[in-house]
């Protein structure tokens, strides 16, 4: 894989895997989507800067659940989890993750922690948009709770150390008032080169195969990736 700028997305059955890669190609980051039964392997073969976790309609508690092989965060790559793939994360290392007595849906007024480099630059109270029958009762050891709502004590949870980050809500839809800052942030400050938006387009491939490229007209990038 030649491109300096690579994010890989984990697809747990989400209804918002594409928009996901959306979100990460408007800021000119290359990114692939790859179910979570296949991710491993190609993300040992891809070698990426960056992974994100989608939601996903299951609990992580049951037996039949979607997971991905524990390894994954052992590989030293930064990884950010949306609602379900924040349920997988604090469930595969150690934390809790209950049914919750009140469900939250749809807008949500949030409490963050702007020491926290996903909400750096931000308000303290922010709007998020909610969709989760279960919560994280209990984040792993080395994980520190970096937003709260009224009725979910783990709206965010982090751990810097390890460079794994993890948000309840969901990022990628415009309902979150400022979702795309959050994960502009995570793009910048773990996955940018100091060549930041030269990954690799059809174009510019073409450009370095062949002295006298054939094709010279201009290309959607959004159309040229998985």
């Not at 894989?1 to 594409?18: A, C, H, L, R």
């Not at 609602?83 to 934390?95: E, K």
């Not at 949500?108 to 922010?126: A, Y």
């Not at 309840?168 to 910048?188: D, N, P, W």
Request: aromatic letters at 10%; charged letters at 25%.
């Amino acid at each position: 894989m030649e491109n300096k700028e690579f994010v890989i997305v984990v697809d747990f059955g989400g209804q918002y895997n594409q928009l996901i890669a959306r979100r990460v190609r408007e800021n000119h980051v290359y990114c692939e989507v790859y179910p979570y039964n296949k991710a491993l392997e190609k993300i040992k073969e891809l070698k990426p800067q960056g992974i994100i976790f989608t939601g996903g309609p299951n609990s992580v508690y049951e037996e039949n659940s979607p997971k991905i092989e524990k390894e994954i965060f052992e590989l030293g790559i930064p990884i950010l989890g949306m609602c379900y793939g924040m349920q997988f994360m604090a469930h595969t290392l150690g934390g809790k993750v209950k049914s919750a007595d009140n469900r939250e849906f749809g807008k949500t007024p949030t409490k963050v922690d702007t020491t926290s480099p996903l909400f750096k630059g931000l308000d303290e109270d922010q709007v998020v948009w909610m969709s989760h029958v279960d919560y994280v009762a209990k984040v792993p050891e080395g994980f520190e709770i970096v937003a709260h709502t009224k009725d979910c004590p783990v709206a965010s949870m982090q751990n810097k150390e390890r460079k794994l980050y993890a948000m309840q809500y969901h990022a990628e839809v415009l309902h979150t008032e400022h979702g795309k800052e959050m994960l502009h942030t995570f793009y910048t400050k773990y996955v940018a080169s100091q060549e930041h938006g030269q990954w690799q387009t059809m174009r510019n491939l073409l450009l370095k195969t062949s002295a006298k490229p054939l094709v010279t007209a201009k290309y959607c990038w959004h159309c040229l990736v998985v």
